[in-house]
């Protein structure tokens, strides 16, 4: 049924407990349905239905106006944006309206959010340490990446971390959950006592990267360390070199070199001099001259999406000129750093368990409770 104004306006006070029942812990606060963005949505909870459209500024609740943002209470809420699959966030909801489009940011339990984006985050069937060393990583992650975002929000892309709230299976989402309840409140913590910025990947392809040559400092508490336990398979990519020089051009004005010099038209692979960092990941690349250099992850970044996304995977690459294209070869999948997803498959399979794993990759960290452990506001990137 649609549920009247007054009935939602009554769900709108600010509850103390979780939609779970329990009482209120850390909260995070996350901007969903960021690629979506719907210019409408209903939304379903505690056998209410509710439909809400944006016109221009204007927020419509069932077609009256209402302030903005309007804030639905914590609980399971099915949202089912226009055009797009339908979502469970158990949250408290704010919505609003910005040009035309709804805003929709879901205040979350730390816990709930943690066992959602392993669940996002992971394959079904990932061995249950390995997803106990990923629920460690994801805490960490998001308690100190507040500042990653200027209003220090999270979002649900893979810039923060993938929340995607459907199409998990039972199983696999239940299995996130008992790795969230099992490492509830353990993060990991620098010697200075912060919570690291702890990243992770899918494959690191036998080493895993230094974080200072792939995000240019320190933080995350990850080294660059073997792996053999991770079977990546190798990948082949091809590139015309027209569209490689308009990628590279494009990935150094992202960078702020707009005004880079002396991009040909067409980029060979003999143009371009690669710096190879720690465990064959490719740390910088530059033109022949040097007058334009750019991250190997930019540069990485910069080809896969000039392919379209998914064909370069890593920045663990050689390049080759094979007729009039440039064709690079690599292992791994993506930036390389800290947990390496089939890597701690692999560990966790053999019977380690999920602080062996993280020691293995986050060596310059340690393993402690919430409560003793400082919060500090990441740098935007």
């Given at each position: 049924?649609?549920?009247?104004?007054?009935?939602?306006?009554?769900?709108?006070?600010?509850?103390?407990?979780?939609?779970?029942?329990?009482?209120?812990?850390?909260?995070?606060?996350?901007?969903?349905?960021?690629?979506?963005?719907?210019?409408?949505?209903?939304v379903e909870g505690a056998g209410l239905r509710a439909s809400f459209r944006a016109r221009g500024d204007d927020l419509l609740l069932d077609g009256r106006q209402v302030p903005e943002p309007h804030r639905l209470e914590a609980r399971a809420w099915r949202v089912l944006p226009a055009g797009a699959p339908a979502r469970t966030y158990r949250a408290a909801l704010d919505l609003r309206a910005e040009g035309g489009l709804l805003r929709v940011r879901a205040e979350m339990d730390l816990e709930g959010y943690v066992a959602e984006v392993v669940a996002s985050e992971t394959e079904p069937g990932t061995p249950a340490e390995a997803l106990a060393a990923q629920a460690v990583v994801v805490r960490s992650y998001a308690l100190a990446a507040r500042g990653r975002h200027a209003d220090g929000a999270l979002c649900d892309l893979a810039h923060c971390q993938v929340l995607r709230a459907h199409g998990h299976g039972r199983g696999h989402l239940a299995a996130a959950r008992a790795a969230a309840r099992a490492t509830a409140g353990e993060v990991l913590a620098l010697p200075s006592g912060e919570v690291a910025l702890a990243p992770f990947h899918a494959a690191c392809g036998g080493h895993t990267a230094d974080p200072r040559e792939v995000f240019g400092g320190e933080g995350t508490g990850a080294a660059s360390v073997p792996d053999p336990g991770c079977h990546a398979r190798p990948w082949r990519a091809w590139i015309d070199g027209g569209v490689l020089a308009r990628a590279v051009r494009g990935a150094l004005e992202r960078s702020g070199d707009a005004a880079a010099p002396g991009i040909p038209a067409r980029l060979r692979a003999a143009d371009l001099v690669l710096v190879e960092g720690r465990g064959g990941w490719i740390s910088r690349v530059s033109t022949r001259d040097g007058r334009a250099r750019l991250s190997g992850d930019a540069f990485a970044r910069g080809v896969d999406g000039a392919l379209g996304r998914g064909e370069v995977r890593s920045s663990r690459f050689a390049l080759a000129d094979e007729g009039g294209s440039v064709t690079l070869r690599g292992t791994g999948a993506g930036h390389g750093v800290g947990l390496c997803q089939a890597g701690a498959a692999g560990?966790?399979?053999?019977?380690?368990d999920h602080r062996a794993i993280l020691r293995h990759y986050f060596p310059r960290a340690a393993i402690g409770a919430?409560?003793?452990?400082?919060?500090t506001s990441a740098p935007r990137r």
């Open positions: 049924m649609i549920a009247p104004l007054a009935a939602l306006l009554a769900l709108a006070a600010p509850g103390g407990a979780t939609p779970d029942g329990h009482a209120a812990g850390a909260r995070v606060v996350v901007e969903v349905l960021a690629r979506a963005a719907p210019r409408s949505l209903a560990r966790a399979a053999a019977g380690e919430l409560e003793g452990a400082r919060l």
